[in-house]
């Protein structure tokens, strides 16, 4: 009974198995559709931002040299541009919550291509035609990375997020970045070490963390609105205050950066190594690369290399730009020499705030207002036959100039 009745069990269950297998090409098709929208999302973040960017510059041009130095505030230009980095950086925020980290982090390339097409088309920025072959590098190794980049995807549910967090490869991960990065603060703080790799590193370490938790934030806020709520979970909350927490951290040494090296050099460096390890941080916590083959992945870094050279080419003869002087400089009036002595120069260089002289900011002075301590040149006659230096720069201390204003006042 059970011999005769085998085969038709059998012939009932092989449709199923083979309705099983028919499953397969379309997950695969449907994981590629992610991986193109999450991949479409990120470069049309990046372009919003670009624009957003060159709009906000070009308002600064435009009003460089006002008296007022938040004029800009009553442009259009100026919150047009605002309004559109807030919708690019939706863009790439959603972007992380369809395809795999490791291939969104690398399409920032595409804001730096942007950024410079829209410079030459806007603001008439000189071009050399080798920087068009940066540009085509940089387009080249974008396409590699969109199409070789890994197919790897799961619900971002508190679940697996929790258990990503505490498998061992990312426990030592995290072992490793940490002590790498107490290593680079005690260097860069207490040795003085203002090396920009030293300062970026730090960038990139912190900012690993940040695309770990918005692509966490992200995926489980899709997993929500597709009606499987998420937001109950307490992962989804420490996630969140992570990614607060790194980005502003973030945000602070990059603005500590700028202050000491060019904005190009930031934008080339900061992409190589925030790239390397973001992409490093993906394939550890998310095991973005678990099932894809030698040669898919050789290729995606082959695309990460070529968009690493392209990007560095297209920043590397960047100039900075010449902020507003708001004065003339000696060396620019017709048949006027600089007066100098032993290298001092008597008109100072503008920094990056508009102080001139004694009047400058210190915050080591007692007294609110200090007397500026102005050069005086005073001839000085020396013996015949003995060539003397017709100005001399007397520097004042500072207990001189109290001394001044104490005399002063008594007068």
Known sequence: MEGGNSPNLQLQQLPLATAAVSVQPHTDSFSYKENLIGALLAIFGHLVISIALNLQKYSHIRLAGSKDPRAYFKTKTWWCGLFLLVLGELGVFSSYAFAPLSLIVPLSAVSV?????IGIIFIKEKWKPKDFLSCGLAIVGTYLLITFGPNSHEKMTGENITRH??????????LVEIVMFCLL?????????????VILLLVALLGSMTVVTVKAVAGMIVVSI??????????????LVCMIATAIFQATFLAQASQLYDSSQIASIGYILSTTVAITAGATFYLDFTGEDVLHICMFALG???????????????KKSVPFEPYISMDAMPGMQNMHDKGIAVQPDLKASFSYGALENNDNMPEIYTPATLP????????????APPYRVLEHSKKDCEVESIHLSKK
């Open 185 to 197: 603060l005690y260097f860069y703080k207490e040795k003085n070490a203002n090396y920009i790799v």
């Open 304 to 318: 990460c290399l070529i968009a690493f050279l392209g990007v560095f080419l297209i920043t590397r003869n960047r």
């Open 165 to 174: 967090l505490v498998s061992w490869p990312f426990l030592l991960y995290m």
């Open 376 to 387: 005086i040149v005073q001839e000085q006659h020396g013996s015949k036959g003995v060539s």
């Open 226 to 239: 597709q009606g499987n709520l998420q937001l109950d979970y307490p992962i989804f909350y420490i996630m």
């Open 113 to 117: 291509i942007a950024s410079a097409i």
